[in-house]
């Protein structure tokens, strides 16, 4: 019989926070595939609501980057996202330090390209998108979450 840990893991509900980063990143995961499918005609039609917003943001330069579906991107980063947080969850990495500055080294610049597309999508479109709206609070509450992560790998004092 092994001794239970005397501190619970930093998270929430008993999970660390690499675990809630893997269910956000897996749900935006889908999401992001979803608008991609859409977007090459292989997922009928689009659930946006009233405006046409997704639309119009999905279909505007803004939906691309450098010649790249920004929901593709998004599908792929999530992705990623979500297998850094995974791997680093298991029980050998769980305290390292290595995992939560690759997680950093992803939403971080996810973020700022986030801003460009809220931009596009608020101020150059002047148009609203349910779905991006998600993913920009999604990533930005990744943002915080992988500060308290990389806060506490540092206070551990662990190793890459």
């Known amino acids: 019989m092994t001794d239970a840990p005397t ?3 930093a998270g929430v509900l008993g999970l660390s926070y690499r675990q809630i980063v893997a269910i956000i990143a897996l749900i935006n995961a889908f999401v992001a595939t979803y608008l991609h499918l859409w977007k090459i005609g292989k997922a009928g039609t689009l659930a946006c609501g009233d405006g046409h917003g997704c639309a119009i943001a999905q279909m505007s330069s803004y939906g691309w980057f450098l ?4 929901a593709l991107i998004g599908a792929v980063g999530y992705t990623l996202i979500l297998l850094t947080s995974v791997l ?7 305290d390292a330090r290595g995992p939560a500055l690759a997680l950093a080294a ?7 390209f986030t801003l460009r597309l809220k931009y596009g ?3 150059v479109l002047r148009t609203f998108c349910p ?5 920009a609070v999604s990533i ?3 943002g915080v979450i992988v500060a308290l992560e990389l806060r506490r790998t540092r206070r ?3 190793p890459p």
Not at 106 to 112: S, T
């Open 140 to 142: 930005t509450t990744l």
């Open 121 to 123: 999508e608020f101020i």
């Open 106 to 112: 992803l939403v971080y610049p996810a973020i700022l």
């Open 7 to 9: 501190e619970p893991r």
């Open 131 to 135: 779905w991006c709206a998600i993913s």
């Open 156 to 158: 551990l004092g662990s």
């Open 88 to 94: 680093g969850s298991a029980a050998a990495r769980e």
């Open 67 to 70: 010649g790249i579906d920004v």
